[in-house]
């Protein structure tokens, strides 16, 4: 407890030290009761260290599961991370979307994407005005993926070179490489298949589709979707130079004017 308090002292200094305006808690992850205690524990010494200044706090939420609710009653809003569904852990495949909005071809029902994560956190008594859908600004891939149905559900000979890691790369990256696109609007998807590397990332179209989401249109099945908060991304430096995934988001949110 007396280090929790030290170190909700120095964050609230820190941030009035350069100006900013709060704190964003990325816990991955709670695993059982007592850890899911320490970390509303701390969320309240966060919460009493910066009422008096004003700051924000919010915390990054897993997708598969809701932070606690006694936890939830103490932040401004939740970044729900709803994105690394698939990945390169699954290096045999199937070649499949890493942050599909909705239930992806390839996947059973006791798969996690988007749509679900949201319902979950909603279902948990957040209010929609406290909850922002995560989109990821890079990508994740597969190679020696068969040439049936543009890649996608195929199995994988492994996982491509990335620029940090095997199997990722940021938008910039990938945008730049010229490989053709594909589209699904059930899902919010999209990829890019040239024959054999399979890369699943978000595009102005996809994206577009999300922001739709957010602003409670275009349901699939017919029903009344909240308005949510908003969109976070991770992160800024994986757009291309022109910003135009940033772009995106602020004019389909309908936040601000359209950018010049």
Sequence with gaps: PVARARFARRLAAFLLEHGLDGADIDWEYPRNATEWAHHTALLLELRRAFFAHGFYLTA????????SKPGLALLDWINVMSYDFHGGWESSGPANHQAPLYQSPCDGS??????KAMRAYLSAGVPPSKL???VPF???????VAPVNDGLCQAAGGVPRGSYEKGVDDFEVL???GRPDFWDEGTATHWTYNGSEFWSYDDEQSLGWK?????????????????LRGIFFWELSGDAPDGRLLRSLRDSLGTASPAP
């Design 211 to 227: 922001a739709d989401y957010v602003n409670g249109l275009r349901p699939p099945d017919g029903e009344t979707r909240p308005t």
């Design 110 to 115: 006791d798969a996690d994407w988007s749509d």
């Design 132 to 134: 922002l859908l995560g």
């Design 175 to 177: 945008d730049a490489d």
């Design 60 to 67: 990054a939420g897993g997708s598969w599961k809701p932070i």
């Design 138 to 144: 890079y990508g994740r891939g597969w190679r020696g």
